[in-house]
């Protein structure tokens, strides 16, 4: 059975940092890229992050040079270095994986964490 699970939200005020984790299982992990995405009441879900396969990242402009993602493959896990926090980062988390190489639409989905930034 196919499984994310994330952790490491929290409460926290603007300027502090958070590092969000996302465990794999049930699928090859390593021939996944993954990603994070986020969704604010009353938003769409929008893309935050993405990590390869080869290690290649990309940000949305909103989180560059404050959020750092990576992957430990060994764990079957990625993080979310989220530093510099901001009210407008307030928002739940969600880990996903393995793009449709035909969609770019990924495939497994987590439940999401909670991420809270109070000014």
């Known amino acids: 059975q196919v499984q994310l699970a994330e952790s490491g939200g929290g409460s926290v005020q603007a300027g502090d940092s958070l590092r969000l984790s996302c465990v794999g299982s049930?699928?090859?992990?390593?021939?996944?890229?993954t990603a994070w995405y986020r969704q604010a009441p009353g938003k769409k879900r929008e893309l935050v992050s993405l990590?390869?396969?080869?290690?290649?990242?990309d940000y949305a402009d909103s989180v560059k040079g404050r959020f750092t993602i990576s992957r430990d493959n060994v764990k079957n896990t990625q993080y979310l270095q989220m530093n510099n926090l901001k009210t407008d980062d307030t928002a739940v988390y969600l880990c996903a994986a393995c793009p449709n190489p035909h969609t770019l639409e990924y495939e497994y989905w987590g439940q999401g964490t909670q991420v809270t930034v109070s000014s």
């Open positions: 049930g699928f090859s992990f390593t021939s996944c890229g």
């Open positions: 990590i390869g396969t080869s290690g290649l990242t």
